[in-house]
Structure formats: structure tokens, C-alpha cells
């Protein structure tokens, strides 16, 4: 059974910086792309990072570009998400996901390529 696990959410001030972790397991997690996402309330989930299988590929969206920094260990089955220069905009619930399918090229932004989810951990950015 496949398990995703996010942590390291919480409150914090505008500039400041949190590191998420995910782990999964029930699979090998070195196969596959892995993602984050974000949901604030009223708004669609968006994809905010992804990383390729190997890790030699990434993916941020723009409104993050140059603050976030996503990255893995294959050997704790863990990703992460280093959030720097946090804003007010960035506050959200924050989910991991495991890409449906093993291996591939690169990775996607989209949820709908992603099979397996966290319960999600909250950050919120105060002004």
C-alpha cells in the first residue's frame, strides 16, 4: 500500500523560510517523478514544483522561480521543497504526489498526471 506523508508546514512571516518533506513508501520511490502542489482556499490546485525520476530534471512555476528549490533523496524515499523569501500570496495547504507511471522523461505540472497523494501540510505566510 502506497503512503505519502507530508510535514513541515506552519506559520511564518513574510521573508521568512520552511523546508516540506515527503515521504513515501509501498513503493520504489526512486522510479518515479514527484511533484508538489498547492490549493489555497477558493482557488484550483496548482502545481507548484516537480522533479524527474533521476533528478536531473525540474520544474517551478514562475511564481515561485528563484525562492523554491526542490530536490530528493532516493535513499531516505524522501523530496523536499526549500521555500526562501516567503510571501503572504504563497499561503496554502501543500501536497506531495507521486507521478502515475514510473520513469518517463522530465516531469509534469499537471495533477492529472499524478496517482498518489499526502493529506497535505499548511503553510501560511503572515504580513
Known amino acids: 500500500q502506497v503512503q505519502v506523508v507530508e510535514s513541515g508546514g506552519g506559520l511564518v512571516q513574510a521573508g521568512g523560510s520552511l523546508r516540506l518533506s515527503c515521504k513515501a513508501s509501498?513503493?520504489?520511490?526512486?522510479?518515479?517523478?514527484m511533484g508538489w502542489f498547492r490549493q489555497a482556499p477558493g482557488k484550483e490546485r496548482e502545481g507548484v514544483s516537480c522533479?524527474?525520476?533521476?533528478?536531473?530534471?525540474?520544474y517551478y512555476a514562475d511564481s515561485v522561480k528563484g525562492r523554491f528549490i526542490i530536490s530528493r533523496d532516493n535513499v531516505k524515499n524522501t523530496l523536499y521543497l526549500q521555500m526562501n523569501s516567503l510571501k503572504p500570496e504563497d499561503t496554502a495547504m501543500y501536497y506531495c504526489?507521486?507521478?502515475?507511471?514510473?520513469?518517463?522523461?522530465?516531469?509534469?505540472?499537471?495533477?492529472?498526471?499524478?496517482?498518489?497523494w499526502g493529506q497535505g501540510t499548511q503553510v501560511t505566510v503572515s504580513s
Open positions: 504526489a507521486v507521478k502515475g507511471r514510473p520513469y518517463g522523461f522530465g516531469c509534469s505540472p499537471s495533477p492529472d498526471d499524478y496517482h498518489y
Open positions: 509501498g513503493l520504489t520511490f526512486n522510479n518515479y517523478a
Open positions: 522533479i524527474s525520476w533521476l533528478g536531473d530534471s525540474t
